[in-house]
């Protein structure tokens, strides 16, 4: 099972939207609304920002989004903040491997 | 509020069984709701699932690791374990404890991770 394609790095201002994208197949992304995404600062584990694509656990700043389009998932942030310097990882459920869940390569954010 | 705690050794000889334990609190390993879960994170590195269990026993794993992978559950101790032999350089990473929600198929509560090297 191959991780799902996001870029290695985004960087925006202070202020600006950024949008981090996660593509996979029908199998894992395009086939299901188990798109979720961790945000993971230096020496930390990783933080739960969005689930089932779109849903944000309590205590999540409004300033995180998801969406998906087809085979692509996308995380919206708006507004952006030193503190959301980061890495960010998507997963998705997948039905191509017995392990049923997959990670993707995970994005760099540089706050400008 | 449900906390995770990984415990084991942070230095492992090559060819050894690295093993670690997962302490639960604040919830019950024996909920059918969840899985029990180990990723693991080389430095520098992305995330890479290893596998999960549920209270029942049944296990998962990452076909890339499965010929050296255990992991184990206790409910008797609220925790899960995880045993990978043969260990080398490779294996030197970041090793995590998570909750997996399976409705919603996310790891929602983390252990803070415990790095363990591979080192003679």
């Known amino acids: 099972q191959s991780a799902l394609t996001q870029p290695a790095s985004v960087s925006g201002s202070p202020g600006q939207s950024i949008t981090i994208s996660c593509t996979g197949t029908s199998s894992d992304v395009g086939g299901y609304n188990y798109v979720s995404w961790y945000q993971q600062h230096p020496g930390k584990a990783p933080k739960l920002m969005i689930y089932?694509?779109?849903n944000r656990p309590s205590g999540v700043s409004n300033r995180f989004s998801g969406s998906k389009s087809g085979n692509t998932a996308s995380l919206t942030i708006s507004g952006l903040q030193a503190e959301d310097e980061a890495d960010y990882y998507c997963?998705?459920?997948?039905?191509?491997?017995?392990?049923?869940?997959?990670f993707g390569t995970g994005t760099k954010v540089t706050v400008l | 509020q449900v906390q995770l705690q990984e415990s084991g050794p942070g230095l492992v000889k090559p060819s050894q069984t690295l093993s670690l334990t997962c302490t639960v609190s604040g919830g019950s390993i024996s909920s059918g709701d969840y899985y029990w879960s180990w990723i693991r994170q080389p430095p520098g590195k992305g995330l890479e699932w290893i596998g999960y269990i549920y209270y029942s026993g049944s296990t998962y794993y990452n076909p890339s690791l499965k010929s050296r992978v255990t992991i184990s559950v206790d409910t008797s101790k609220n925790q899960f374990s995880l045993k990978l032999s043969s260990v080398t350089a490779a294996d030197t990473a970041v090793y995590y404890c998570?909750?997996?929600?399976?409705?919603?198929?996310?790891?929602?509560?983390w252990g803070q991770g415990t790095l363990v090297t591979v080192s003679s």
């Open positions: 089932e694509v779109s």
């Open positions: 998570a909750r997996v929600s399976i409705a919603a198929a996310v790891l929602d509560y």
């Open positions: 997963s998705s459920y997948t039905s191509s491997s017995t392990l049923g869940y997959v």
